[in-house]
């Protein structure tokens, strides 16, 4: 079983994708293995005339079709998610999220767009054909922190929140292997990352 983590965010490091690294890194410590690709990495031409026949493009496609769970972030622009993460949802099969767990993140800079998920992101998650999208995780700035040191720190009432969606994340994922959601694993599961193909390097920590 394996976990994608899909970022949306134009700018890195930014907020949205250290919350996303930290979610992927929590769920690594449960025994799941993740990769990971940041759209902004894909070959912009192409990403835009959705050219299907590029290589990067083509291998970013198949990531997402040959992984278990999906968690997707993004920063909110204008009242919803970037042009750059609808720019690649659009170049999925109308069924690309089948059969899959999805958890959507987003971050911003105030209240005022804690629903942006719901009304803007959700419903092309369902119209893709996800099996199950968690409830959708909204942050803003005063609930994130990032230290140098220290690197990424949550206030308390979105620490519960990014808790229960890993929580769930990793239920689904052991219910899919048939195990008991409560059921640890035997060992980790090795990272496996993106990385490895030259269009697709890893998130970088400030």
């Known amino acids: 079983m394996s ?16 919350l996303l690294l930290h979610i992927g890194e929590q769920l690594a410590l449960q025994g799941h ?16 005339q959705a050219d299907h026949d590029d290589v990067a493009i083509a291998h970013a496609v198949r990531a ?25 949802l659009d170049l999925l099969p109308q069924d690309g999220l089948a059969g899959k767990l999805v958890l959507p993140l987003a971050t911003g800079g105030g209240h005022a767009h804690t629903l942006a998920l719901d009304y803007a992101l959700r419903p092309v998650l369902h119209a893709l054909g996800a099996k199950q999208v968690f409830t959708s995780i909204y942050a803003n700035a005063q609930q994130l922190a990032w230290h140098e040191e220290h690197g990424l720190s949550l206030d308390a009432t979105i620490a519960a929140r990014v808790q229960a969606g890993i929580d769930d994340v990793s239920s689904g994922l052991f219910l899919l292997q048939g195990r008991p959601p409560s059921a640890p694993a035997d060992i980790a599961v090795p990272l496996r990352s993106l990385q490895e193909q030259p269009y697709a390097p890893q998130f970088q920590a400030a």
């Open 3 to 18: 976990i994608l983590l899909l970022g949306g965010s134009p700018q890195l490091p930014s907020s949205s994708s250290r």
């Open 33 to 48: 293995s993740y990769a990971k690709l940041h759209v902004r990495d894909l070959p912009a031409r192409a990403l835009l």
């Open 64 to 88: 997402v079709a040959e992984a278990d769970a999906i968690v997707i972030a993004t920063p909110i622009y204008k009242a919803s998610y970037t042009g750059l993460l609808k720019a690649f």
